[in-house]
Structures are given as structure tokens and as C-alpha cells.
């Protein structure tokens, strides 16, 4: 064979190249196109800076030589990786090639997900992962089983170490599905679905009917199972999505998260002072208040479709990220039930992990009464609020808004679960439960024993409140710090935050806590 110069070795780089950006040919990237999908690096382009992906292990291939799979081509093995910047800031990235054999999961395309995730545990970079994938490749047996085992133990790792983004672009099937699970956030688009088992094997073994999009659809995954954090229209939307969410977080834990420029604007907003109604039974939307505390009204709200009656996202405070959680009295009275208990305790646990000071928002009766909530193990999930905040180092402060009664007032970050600034508001009712309960159960023979007991037991209820419920006897204990004028929160928010900018919380030394599974 002649010797090539250099030239015609570009050339045939350059022909390699053009191989592996089309992926799995014209009419497969075209059918990915109409169902309104972007192609894997397509999709890379859209998240990442212009022109700052590197990609890694480009020319990977299958070693599998079963079933078909001898010499068989798979352009860089159906995933493509490497790192890029969102925002100026590193990442570490990969995404499935759903053109490519189905996206399915290989031993090497295994491996090559797992060496992103390490290399981004290794320089302390958030990992980013699309994924739109059949699962795990059959040809390849047990080895592919074996790369997916691989993915998780990198998801483990780098678990409270970066932040790992997984967006669903496609479909998520099988073992594959575990992994986005394993990560702090997931973002699902419409044309996307995840499930362990597909609709075929559950009406063969069960017998039940069911398509692929009520089975593991967005809306399913983002108000029902909870599964699924964020969802976006379609994969250009998934990726602000993902870039928005970023621009709230640190690269790592060992970092504070970034700045943004402020006016310090913290002036009164005498708007707050009517937000919550006179009558304390009557709703109104926590995001309302949220949205005149936090900068420009910005606020991330997490999980925005699933528990609505907990509140939870990121915003601003002159500058600097905050992890919010509020009661939702416009939802079942802003209750903890199981699910808002296990909302509020993960986004905790995300937000201690990544140095994110707290504020919470109280307006909460109790936790949720029922036979249903008992057998399902509303004690164990409420138990998760309480070390979720018990555990939290970070700074923690507290707002009561309206009602804190019961186990809800210690659970929502009261003081002895270490909250570092608690505020009220005159509207605040701190108790043991409710002034209408707690009279029944007080002067319940007074009650009983007057000539007109409705009148009676209504001047018995206003005297409680008034006696107990109420935010001064608990400042009197110095339960609460201050009770403060609505329009003021922002601004004291603001100041306790910043006073705890420096705040060091020493810890017994131990592996980790049991936190109530």
C-alpha cells in the first residue's frame, strides 16, 4: 500500500468524523427530527456554551461478537461524552444516541458514561446526563447489565459531591431507569417516557393495559410518582431548564454557590401585609410571598407538580442562592402528608449538601390525619423532615407566616431543630394545636355546662387564641426571635442570612446518620 501523506490522513480523519456525527444514518436522525427530538449532540450543542465541547472517547466501539453484533458498526457506541461550559462554568456531559441501536446500553457505552461522571467527580464539576435510551443492549448479555451497575456506582460517588442533572429526552426503560433516579434532578420532556418494566411485560404478568405515556409519561412521573422534578416541552426547553438550574448551584460541595450582581435593594414591601387573609381559614398562595422576598420575583420552583401543599425551589436574596420551603395553604390547608414530608426532606438534604442556606415558611395546621396516611407510614416519612433539618449544617432560617400547631411547628425548622434566626408575624399562631381543638379539649366541661354552649365555647376559642395562640408567649421563651411587620421580611431575612455567612456547625463524628427510610 502506498504511503499516505498527511493530507490524505486529514481526509480520512475528517471522514471519520463525519461518520460519527451521523450517527445512525440520515433516515434514522430524520425520524428522530419528526417525533420532535433533537439528535444526542444536537442536544449537547443546545446546553453547552458555543463552541466548548470536548468530547471523549470519540472512536469507542462494542467488543461484543454475538447475535449479529460482529462487525457490526456503532458509531461511538450509541452515547456521546466529554466537557463543555454552561454559563463559563465546567461540566462534564453525556447523551444517548437513540439513533444508534436505540441509544441501548453496552458495556463500552457503559464505561464511557461512568468515565464522565468520574472525571467530573475528579475535577469537582456538576454531570449532566441526557438520556434516551431502550435500556440495556441484549446482545451484550450480562455485560451490558454489568456497565449499568458501573453508572449507578459513579451515581453513588458522586452523590452530595457535584450536582448530577439527568434529562429525559426519550425513552428510559428497564435498569436503565435507575440511574436518572440516583441523581439530584430530573427533567422530563413530553415526548419522553421512563418505566422499569414496559407496557407489554406488565399485561402479560398482570394483565393490566396500559400505553407507554400514562405508564411513564411526564405527567405521570411529575404529579403522581414524584419521580420527575422539572418538566419541559421539548428537548430545547429541557436544556434551559437544566442551564437556569445550574446558575443556581455550586460546581461542588466544598463551594459556596455563585453570586449574581444585586442593587441591595431590601426596602419595605407593604404589599406583604395583606397577603394572608383575616380570617385564618381562608387560603392563599405561598408563592406569593415567596416571589416578594426572593430578587426580581425569580424563583425555580422544584417539583412544581407533585405534594402541592409544600413549596419548594431556589431563588435570591440580594445575590446569594437560597433553597426555599413553604407550607401551601391553598392546598389541602398547606398539611404534611407523606409525600410533601419526603418533598421537603430531599430538597433539605440537596440543599445541606451543596452549602444552600434555608428559609422556611410556616403555615402548616399538622400533620395529615387519616387511617390511609397511618398504614402508609406518615410517622417514618414525617420523621424525615426532622432529621432532614436536624442534620442540615447550613444556615436555617424561619418565618411564621400564619398557623404552626403540633408536630408541624417542631418539623418546619422550629428552633430547637436548629433553626439560627426564627421571625413570626402578628399573624402567627404557635401552639399545640388550633384555638377550635384545643378549647374542646380544655373547656370541655365549661362548654358542657353553659346555658348557651356555642356562644360559650366561640368566647372560650377566642380566649385560647388570644392566651396562646399567638407569637409572643413563644417569643417570651425565646422561642421566636422577633415578631416583625410582613413588609419587613425580606429585609430580615436578608440580615440573618448574612450574619451567617460564616457559621461553622460541629457535628459528633460517624459515618453518616440512619435517616428513616
Not at 434532578?185 to 400514562?214: C, L, N, R, S, W
Not at 459556596?256 to 401585609?273: R, S
Not at 415558611?361 to 406518615?378: A, H, K, R, T
Not at 415578631?483 to 463524628?509: H, N, S, W, Y
Request: glycine share 10%; aromatic share 6%; net charge negative.
Amino acid at each position: 500500500m502506498a504511503q499516505q501523506s498527511m493530507q490524505d490522513k486529514i481526509a480520512h480523519l475528517h471522514e471519520r468524523r463525519a461518520q460519527l456525527a451521523a450517527g445512525g444514518g440520515t433516515k434514522r436522525v430524520a425520524k428522530q427530527h419528526e417525533q420532535g427530538k433533537l439528535t444526542a449532540r444536537e442536544r449537547i450543542g443546545e446546553l453547552l456554551d458555543d463552541h466548548s465541547f470536548q468530547e471523549m472517547s470519540v472512536y469507542a466501539e462494542h467488543r461484543a461478537n454475538r447475535f449479529g453484533m460482529t462487525g457490526k458498526s456503532v458509531p461511538s457506541d450509541a452515547v456521546v461524552v466529554g466537557q463543555g461550559t454552561v454559563l463559563g462554568r465546567l461540566v462534564h456531559v453525556a447523551s444517548q444516541d437513540f439513533t444508534v441501536l436505540g441509544g441501548t446500553i453496552g458495556e463500552l457505552h457503559a464505561q464511557k458514561i461512568a468515565g464522565a461522571a468520574n472525571m467530573a467527580l475528579r475535577t469537582g464539576s456538576p454531570f449532566i446526563c441526557i438520556n434516551d435510551s431502550g435500556g440495556a443492549r441484549v446482545q451484550e448479555g450480562i455485560d451490558a447489565l454489568d456497565g449499568c451497575g458501573q453508572i449507578f456506582f459513579q451515581n453513588v460517588l458522586l452523590s452530595g459531591v457535584v450536582p448530577q442533572i439527568s434529562i429525559l429526552a426519550g425513552p428510559c426503560a428497564g435498569a436503565a431507569a435507575y440511574s436518572p433516579a440516583l441523581t439530584d434532578f430530573i427533567i422530563q420532556t413530553k415526548q419522553a417516557q421512563m418505566y422499569i418494566t414496559g407496557p407489554d411485560v406488565i399485561k402479560q404478568v398482570t394483565g393490566e393495559v396500559v400505553t407507554h405515556e400514562d405508564l411513564g409519561g411526564a405527567a405521570v412521573h411529575a404529579t403522581r410518582s414524584g419521580v420527575v422534578h422539572f418538566v419541559a416541552e421539548d428537548d430545547e426547553q429541557a436544556m434551559l431548564i437544566a442551564k437556569k438550574l445550574l446558575s443556581f448551584l455550586p460546581q461542588n460541595n466544598t463551594e459556596d454557590p455563585p453570586e449574581v450582581e444585586h442593587d441591595g435593594n431590601v426596602d419595605a414591601d407593604p404589599e406583604l401585609n395583606s397577603v394572608i387573609p383575616d380570617d385564618p381559614r381562608k387560603p392563599y398562595d405561598a408563592r406569593d410571598v415567596i416571589s416578594r422576598i426572593v430578587d426580581h420575583g425569580d424563583f425555580l420552583e422544584v417539583h412544581a407538580g407533585w405534594a402541592l401543599n409544600a413549596v419548594v425551589g431556589f431563588g435570591r436574596i440580594v445575590g446569594r442562592t437560597v433553597g426555599i420551603i413553604a407550607n401551601q395553604p391553598n392546598h389541602i390547608s398547606g398539611v404534611l402528608d407523606i409525600n410533601a414530608s419526603d418533598k421537603i426532606a430531599r430538597f433539605i438534604r440537596f440543599c445541606n449538601a451543596f452549602n444552600i442556606p434555608l428559609l422556611t415558611l410556616v403555615d402548616c395546621p399538622g400533620f395529615m390525619p387519616g387511617v390511609d396516611q397511618e398504614y402508609n407510614g406518615i410517622i417514618r416519612h414525617g420523621a424525615k423532615v426532622l432529621f432532614a433539618y436536624s442534620a442540615a449544617t447550613v444556615p436555617k432560617v424561619t418565618v411564621v407566616m400564619r398557623k404552626a400547631f403540633g408536630g408541624a411547628y417542631i418539623a418546619m425548622c422550629s428552633r430547637s431543630l436548629g433553626a439560627d434566626r426564627v421571625f413570626a408575624w402578628p399573624s402567627a399562631e404557635i401552639a399545640v394545636m388550633g384555638a377550635e381543638g384545643a378549647a374542646g379539649i380544655v373547656f370541655r366541661k365549661e362548654i358542657a355546662a353553659a346555658a348557651d354552649s356555642a356562644a360559650k365555647r366561640q368566647e372560650l376559642i377566642d380566649e385560647y387564641r388570644d392566651t396562646f395562640a399567638n407569637p409572643y408567649v413563644a417569643c417570651e421563651h425565646s422561642l421566636v426571635d422577633d415578631v416583625i411587620e410582613p413588609a419587613e421580611t425580606r429585609r430580615m431575612v436578608a440580615q440573618a442570612l448574612e450574619a451567617q455567612t460564616t457559621k461553622r456547625d460541629i457535628r459528633p463524628p460517624k459515618k453518616h446518620g440512619l435517616m428513616p427510610m
